[in-house]
């Protein structure tokens, strides 16, 4: 296991070639969606059990040349995790929280079997790829530059155990505001597949997870939802999350629920900020499991008169309409509800540097 002894290690600059010319780049950031546009560097850290973490470097982005026995390619050794850079008011570059993402991927890094990171150089290695890259921060209102850390198995062998060599990367891609006039409501579809079983991976934030959730994401889009609930894989009673966010239920009481980390749902940094954002407004939050049963009781009866997504890429998504083969129901008046409104805004002001920040959540970066 790696110790923070081994860090900082030192980082080798490689100049790039050939950097876009500043007109392409302009091109390319003025709309650029999400996850299509990607800026000139890469940082990498390689690891093997002799040297430890190693051969630091911030450099082109480029193609990885991969030997067809690399064990990812096979067993799917890869995790990952996603952050974004913030442009505060006053022009300095920010970043939310990146401990948590480290912490967070050290914890995924042990349930796949990998090698752990020091958290102080997984945020130096973030905060260096964006340094690399700050030119390609998107001039748009809202845009922001989203990062991807990454880490996978590159030793060449076919038998089953932990691999003895690994990549670590970060890539960068700006990102536009997800929504652009406020977030519109989604419709969900509650699937009968199961993302996550107890004693399963389902807390780590591992590719694998997301390979299983193609299946149910795709059988939601051809009924014309926008995202899949998925449920607890023992009674298939419980609400856990969707595929890539947390959930979050508001009720006409002040109180607000949202599934507790059991193992089987990823401990969202949206959803821990959310519920630190909301006591501060005075909710009581409960981290307490919910029914899919009680969630159409409560919607019907009025009760419940809010429930939203969360996650960095959208921040906080509202849901406006349930559907699954049992269930069909609407959410209040099935727009956005103005609580998740309120929160959203106060956590994006924070985000951006137009709020306090008394928790110190933001990190900047010059
Ligand atoms: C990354 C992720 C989330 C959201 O986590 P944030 O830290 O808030 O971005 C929620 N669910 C899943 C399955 C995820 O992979």
């Not at 409960?286 to 009781?297: G, L, M, N, V």
Request: hydrophobic share 40%; glycine share 10%.
């Amino acid at each position: 296991m790696a110790t923070l002894a081994d860090s900082p290690i030192a980082f080798e600059t490689l100049a790039h070639p050939a950097p876009t010319p500043a007109n392409e780049r302009a091109a390319r950031i003025a709309e650029p969606g999400f996850g299509t546009v990607f800026t000139d560097h890469m940082v990498s850290i390689d690891w093997d059990e002799v040297h430890g973490w190693h051969n630091a470097k911030v450099g082109p982005l480029e193609a990885i040349p991969l030997h067809p026995a690399s064990s990812v390619l096979h067993y799917a050794q890869e995790i990952f995790e996603g952050l974004k850079a913030y442009r505060l008011d006053d022009g300095t570059m920010a970043l939310f929280r990146p401990e948590e993402n480290a912490r967070r991927f050290n914890a995924s890094a042990q349930r796949l079997a990998m090698p752990e990171l020091p958290e102080d150089l997984f945020v130096e290695a973030v905060r260096r790829a964006v340094a690399a890259d700050k030119d390609w921060f998107p001039p748009v209102d809202g845009g922001s530059l989203y990062i991807r850390p990454f880490m996978f198995a590159t030793e060449h062998f076919l038998g089953v155990r932990p691999a003895k060599n690994y990549k670590f990367l970060v890539i960068c891609s700006p990102a536009g505001n997800y929504f652009k006039s406020g977030a519109p409501a989604v419709s969900v579809w509650v699937s009968d597949y199961t993302r996550a079983a107890p004693g399963g991976t389902g807390a780590a934030k591992c590719g694998g997870n997301y390979a299983a959730s193609l299946v149910p994401t795709k059988e939601a889009f051809a009924l014309h939802h926008d995202q899949t609930v998925f449920l607890d894989a023992a009674e298939h009673k419980w609400i856990e999350e969707l595929g890539g966010m947390n959930l979050f239920f508001v009720f006409d009481d002040g109180t607000m629920i949202t599934p507790p980390l059991s193992g089987t749902i990823l401990p969202g940094i949206t959803r821990d900020s959310l519920i630190t954002l909301a006591r501060e407004e005075g909710l009581a939050v409960r981290e307490e499991r919910y029914s899919i049963d009680q969630w159409q009781a409560d919607a019907a009866s009025g009760h419940l008169v809010e429930t939203f997504a969360c996650g960095t890429a959208a921040v906080v998504t509202p849901v406006g309409t349930v559907a699954g083969r049992e269930h069909n129901f609407t959410i209040g008046t099935g727009g956005p509800g103005q609580l998740t409104g309120r929160l959203k805004q106060r956590l994006v002001d924070i985000q951006r540097g137009k709020a306090a920040d008394p928790h110190g959540w933001v990190m900047k970066l010059d």
